[in-house]
């Protein structure tokens, strides 16, 4: 059972950064695309950045320029660097493999408030 952890949420201003990170405990780890989502009071969760095994990267309009996923195969992790924070992205935060292979983590809560 692949376990998924994130850590690095909290409460900023609009305009601030935050940069989440995601453990998969998985030794091919490498092999996997992997994807960011969020899940946002009263709507769907939904998948707003991804990286492929080789480093491909895609975003959903709504962060596009703004947010940058990456990843550090050696660590078996994936990072969402979130810049320029707004309200609308007050949200559960969660990874997982790009076809949601692996049951969900308790994810992380981003708030964004004055």
Same mark, same amino acid.
């Given at each position: 059972? =692949? ?19 995601? =453990? ?91």
């Amino acid at each position: 059972q =692949v376990q998924l952890v994130e850590s690095g949420g909290g409460l900023v201003q609009p305009g601030e950064s935050l940069r989440l990170s995601c =453990v998969a405990s998985i030794s091919i780890f490498r092999l996997f695309g992997m994807g960011w989502y969020r899940q946002a009071p009263g709507k769907q969760r939904e998948l707003i950045a991804r990286i492929t095994s080789g480093g491909a990267t895609a975003y959903a309009d709504s962060v596009k320029g703004r947010f940058t996923i990456s990843r550090d195969n050696a660590k078996n992790t994936v990072y969402l660097q979130m810049n320029s924070l707004k309200p609308e992205d007050t949200a559960v935060y969660y990874c997982n493999s790009d076809q949601t292979n692996w049951t969900w983590g308790q994810g992380i809560q981003v708030t964004v408030s004055s």
